[in-house]
């Protein structure tokens, strides 16, 4: 019988098929099988990954759906109600910010999250009553009226002037330079707007001994200034009675001085400031990775002159809903939550630079146990654009490459959602204006939603989400008006969705770091064994009473101890978008949607 050519290895005697070649056919079997193995897993673990992803994207989508926009309304006159209780405003100077505080204890004191409270203190600042800005000159005498014309300076001392001389600065050194200040003594001086701060002008109006200060505005300026004048530390005030004008009444003046007309002041500001405590709450999971955080952020307090429903009473209760809605489902979330709600935004962001250097002095470590946060300030605005924080305005030769791929990949999970409602979107930029400013200052990506301050709206943002072109995203922001009846209810229902969806999203994620940071991940090493029941922020001093107490409601006082602080950007430009696939950044740059500076020049 022949050789069978289907079962003979070979002859040794063969030279195409003795020992040596018969090991090669060996190995190349071996080999690729190994191959084949190989290509099978990494098939195997993408497809694992993509149902995974899934089944995340699917709950998301299912947390998102639970989520009742009606129980934020709920939360939101509930803030309105402890406004007007406390002259309007929800700020740590008239207890308005405590009772706002004892709130959200109230609400979370049937969960199961550990719960803390940090206090720190900040400077306070009650505007009384509105001022009196009154000037004579040629015989007539103008009344001009407060919060349209004029208004008082946030931190400027209470004081009267009476027929006193109103006089310039050469309008080419602006009141910065100290020869400006030169026979200045005992007058009211107008102050042109520009080339250094606030502040710094009226440190040398202070050393000069002049009565007063009437700091004027852009002439486009359509408000009054009504900017924070104070220095770097805690009661670093100005002795001085100080207004700002509006744009049309600092161009009148200006006239009237170069005439040379003899002009005469009235003016008079009732306000009263010293020093408070102010507070963070931070309700952190039970489960979940511990090395892998992810926070949820907001701003509880509110500006002096209003009861800050919209800035930032949305955000806040959009939050207090998301921690409320995650616990009474019960479902288990793959890395730790810790929800916010922080004190002295309005001031500085404080709240949030308390916590971020309170983990830093004791032990720095512990922020690389955070993997991201996320940031809702204002999600109600009126005149609405759904904003999505604009991951290419971090850029990673100012904030580092992980900040940028976290935050990029982070912007894409809300882009997604609205694109899976078919909603359009618009781009924001992290101009550091917000309570994520010192969370990526410290390399940590972020991400939120905003629906728009103080500027107006363009033609291109109408298109893609309705409103009125040429009018503010929110007129009465930092206002009076800022109460109930401000709020956009279809903006805070979309807004939301959004962000119950990214948020769950991101919390269930498994493999956090590797959804993150897709192009550069290896797999890190959890830093413990298992979650914490506690939250690794130390309180500085007081704490919250246990869960199951409601919190004693807190009086602010006055104090003199000062602490430094820190002042919020000047907003730059943004882009909004148009709707897009989510992988493709609009080309097209328009002007920013952000809040205005509490310094400036």
């Known amino acids: 019988m022949g050789r069978s050519e289907a079962y003979d290895l070979g002859d040794e005697s063969d030279p195409l098929v003795g020992p040596s070649h018969r090991k090669r056919n060996r190995v190349f079997l071996i080999a690729t099988i190994i191959a084949v193995v190989v290509a099978a897993a990494i098939v195997l673990s993408v497809t694992l990954t993509k149902k995974k992803s899934d089944r995340t994207s699917a709950d998301a989508v299912q947390f998102a759906e639970s989520l009742k926009p009606n129980n934020i309304m709920k939360h939101l006159q509930a803030l309105e109600n402890i406004a007007k209780d406390n002259q309007n405003s929800r700020t740590a100077a008239n207890g308005g910010f405590n009772a706002s505080i004892d709130y959200v204890l109230e609400m979370l004191k049937e969960t199961n999250y550990d719960i ?133 009444v600092t161009r009148e003046l200006l006239d009237i001085l170069d005439t040379g007309a003899d002009m005469r002041v009235d003016m008079t500001t009732s306000t009263q400031r010293g020093l408070a405590i102010s507070s963070n709450i931070i309700a952190t999971t039970q489960k979940g990775r511990t090395d892998r955080k992810v926070v949820v952020g907001s701003h509880l307090d509110s500006v002096p002159f209003g009861p800050g429903i919209n800035d930032n009473g949305s955000g806040s209760s959009l939050n207090l ?149 040429g009018v503010s995203f929110d007129t009465c922001y930092h206002k009076a008006c800022d109460d109930i009846n401000n709020i956009n209810q279809q903006a805070i229902a979309e807004m939301s969705d959004a962000a119950a969806y990214t948020f769950f999203f991101l919390a269930a994620t498994k493999d956090i770091d590797a959804f993150l940071y897709p192009a550069n991940y290896t797999t890190p090493a959890p830093t413990t064994s298992a979650p914490t029941t506690t939250s690794p922020v130390t309180t500085k001093a007081k704490t919250t009473p246990p869960v199951t107490t409601k919190a004693t409601t807190t009086t602010a006082t006055m104090t003199t101890t000062t602490k430094l602080t820190t002042t919020k950007a000047v907003a730059t430009t943004t882009k909004p978008a148009t709707t897009k696939p989510a992988t493709t950044k609009p080309a097209t740059t328009k002007p920013a949607t952000t809040k205005p500076a509490t310094t400036a020049p």
């Not at 408000?223 to 220095?231: A, F, M, Q």
């Not at 793959?334 to 971020?356: A, C, D, I, P, R």
Request: with cysteine; aromatic share 10%.
């Open 321 to 469: 809903e998301l921690a409320l809605q995650l616990h009474r489902q019960g479902t288990k979330v793959e890395n730790q939550v810790q929800f916010m709600w922080y004190g002295g935004e309005e001031l500085g962001l404080l709240g949030s630079t308390h916590y971020v250097k309170t983990l830093q002095e004791k032990n720095a470590t512990l922020l690389d146990d955070i993997a991201m946060m996320l940031n809702f300030d204002m999600v109600g605005s009126p005149n609405y654009v759904r904003g999505v924080y604009d991951a290419e305005s971090a850029q990673p030769e100012t904030y580092g490459l992980r900040v940028y791929e976290g935050s990029s990949s982070i912007e894409e999970v809300f882009l997604k959602r609205f694109e899976a409602q078919g909603l359009g979107y618009d781009l924001q930029e992290f101009s550091g204006r917000s309570d994520y400013r010192p969370f990526i200052d410290v390399g940590i990506p972020a991400g939120g939603l905003f629906t728009g301050a103080e500027v107006l709206k363009t033609p291109e943002q109408r298109a893609i989400v309705g409103g009125s072109v």
């Open 116 to 248: 803390e409270r940090q206090t720190f203190q900040v400077s306070a600042y009650v505007p009384l009553k509105p001022g009196v800005f009154n000037v004579s000159f040629g015989g007539t005498t103008r009344a001009y009226v407060p919060a349209v014309e004029f208004e008082v300076m946030q931190f400027s001392d209470n004081g009267t002037v009476t027929n006193t001389s109103l006089r310039g600065i050469a309008t080419s050194t602006q009141g910065c330079n100290e020869t400006d200040w030169a026979n200045r003594e005992g007058q009211v001086v107008l102050l042109p707007y520009g080339t250094c701060s606030f502040y710094e002008k009226a440190l040398l109006g202070q050393a000069a001994k002049v009565a007063g200060l009437v700091y004027g505005n852009r002439l486009t300026g359509v408000d009054p200034l009504r900017s924070s004048i104070e220095g770097p530390n805690n009661g670093d005030f100005i002795d001085l009675p100080m207004v700002g004008l509006n744009g049309v």
